[in-house]
Every structure is written in C-alpha cells, then in structure tokens.
C-alpha cells in the first residue's frame, strides 16, 4: 500500500462517521461535510489504487 492509498482510506471513513453521527444528530452540516470528506477520501483511495497498479505493472516488464 502507498500513502495514498492508507491517507485516502482513513479520510474515508473519518467522513463515513461524520456523515453517520450528522445523520444521527439531525446535524444536515456535519452530515454534508462527513460526505464531502468521504467522497474526496475514496477519490485519494482511487489515486492511490492507480499508482500501484501502473508501479506492479512497470515491475512485471
């Protein structure tokens, strides 16, 4: 695993909680900023997920 992909994971599920506890709390805020940060997380996961696959393939050649 790269950082991007270990910093992009835990961003995350940092927002999956935030959106949760928001949702739970009636918090529409704190839910909207827990699904931003989720979503950017998975997109850094994403980015990451990329960049091993392009490293495992430039090995395998």
Known sequence: MNK???KGRT?????KVKEVVGKALGNK????KGNVQKN??????SVGDAKESV????KRS
Request: proline share 0%.
């Open 40 to 45: 950017l997380g998975a997109v850094r996961a």
């Open 55 to 58: 490293a495992k393939a430039i």
């Open 29 to 32: 805020s704190l839910e909207v």
């Open 11 to 15: 961003q995350e599920a940092k927002g």
């Open 4 to 6: 991007d992909q270990i």
